[in-house]
């Protein structure tokens, strides 16, 4: 694939500190754009300089939702090189969620190379510091003026760039999560299997909700019965169960979450006992009942893993692991980050050099 660069005549300043970079505020000085019409297929692939978009208020995107997205990191190592971690997982999601959506696919080998392009152009934007990165986020939207609803003709591929802070500046801080027996985010049958705006939309009230009660995410349940574990808000849910790793089996209502994939590998070549299962959230408060619930950890790309200190449901409050994060929780935590960041050697051929 021919990709067009148009570099900046301003660049911008880059953050000077790098402690303060939070997440999702400041973008690079480039990004990736590549156009789809009927007909031609995806062409004119072009880096160009980050900025507004043109787009009719009428654009179907607006008013449908037909979108969909991907997150991804750049990681800086010690000797100053740039990294990725199976980022071609993330392009072959972005075309499962592509299908769901009837939007048209992208070749992931362009894909990937638009990445590798980008990043060149914007590698000073990498962060330095440890647990810092650069995170990615592509993301393909129908454009077509129209508002009769059926599938567009016309979309964009773009690729932003934001520079992040450390998911934990103070240490691994454990989080609080309140399970939601109102609202209900996926069902079999639906998008909850895709990454698109749409689940996001939906799980914005009970998110709301869980932050009125001083919770940071929702935990949800599924939509039909109400009582099996489907997962976090962005990530996914793993329980260590009297020594066994339980995780909700992938039935279409849940994201299929890199990180997930990574961590269950990981635990099956340590030798531990593994189940990709439904559970209910009465076996996990009986579980807690029982003593036998060592520990609840979240998995996604922002915070790798991420121990769950408190869990609610109704009245009953779990408290997990007296406030500290468990040995698998740290162990998949330190193996994973320790090889983002090439400071452990990656055997699993998940790393991607820039
Ligand atoms: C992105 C996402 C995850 C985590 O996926 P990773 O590939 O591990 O980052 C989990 N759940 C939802 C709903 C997501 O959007």
Request: aromatic content about 10%.
């Amino acid at each position: 694939m021919d990709i067009r660069i148009e570099r900046t005549k301003t660049p911008k300043a880059k953050p000077a500190d790098e402690t303060k970079l939070g997440f999702g505020h400041i973008f690079t000085d480039h990004m990736f754009m590549m156009d789809y019409d009927e007909g031609q297929g995806w062409h004119d692939a072009r880096i160009v300089p980050y900025g507004p978009i043109e787009l009719m208020p009428s654009a179907m995107v607006l008013h449908y939702g037909q979108e969909i997205f991907e997150g991804l990191k750049a990681y800086r190592t010690p000797d100053g090189s740039i990294q990725f971690f199976r980022p071609e997982e993330n392009f072959k999601r972005m075309n499962v969620s592509a299908e769901r959506l009837v939007i048209p696919k992208i070749n992931e080998q362009d894909a990937l190379q638009a990445l590798h392009a980008l990043v060149e152009v914007d590698k000073d934007w990498v962060p330095h510091i440890d647990g810092a990165s650069l995170y990615i986020r592509p993301f393909i939207f129908t454009t077509d003026p129209f508002l009769g609803v059926r599938p567009g003709e016309h979309y964009y591929f773009m690729i932003i760039m934001s520079p992040s802070g450390a998911y934990y500046s103070t240490g691994i801080n454990p989080v609080d999560i309140y399970v939601e027996t109102n609202y209900v985010r996926a069902v079999r049958g639906g998008m909850g299997f895709t990454k698109t705006g749409g689940n996001y939309a939906a799980s914005l009230a009970g998110q709301d909700e869980a932050h009125k009660q001083n919770y940071s995410q929702v935990l949800w349940l599924d939509g039909v019965e109400r009582k099996y574990i489907e997962e976090v808000g962005a990530m996914n849910i793993m329980f260590v169960i009297d020594g066994e790793v339980v995780t909700p089996s992938l039935q279409g209502s849940i994201l299929s979450g890199i990180t997930r994939k990574s961590a269950l590998e990981l635990c099956r070549k340590w030798g531990m006992k593994v189940s990709e299962r439904r559970i209910t959230i009465q076996e996990v408060a009986d579980a807690y009942d029982a003593g036998k619930l060592d520990e609840v950890f979240g998995t996604g790309t922002a915070a790798v893993v991420s121990p769950v200190g408190h869990l609610k449901w109704g009245d009953k409050i779990m408290e997990i692991g007296g406030g500290k994060i468990g040995p698998v929780t740290q162990r998949l935590y330190d193996t994973m980050t320790g090889m983002q960041y090439g400071k452990i050697p990656d055997d699993m051929g998940w790393i991607e050099k820039l």
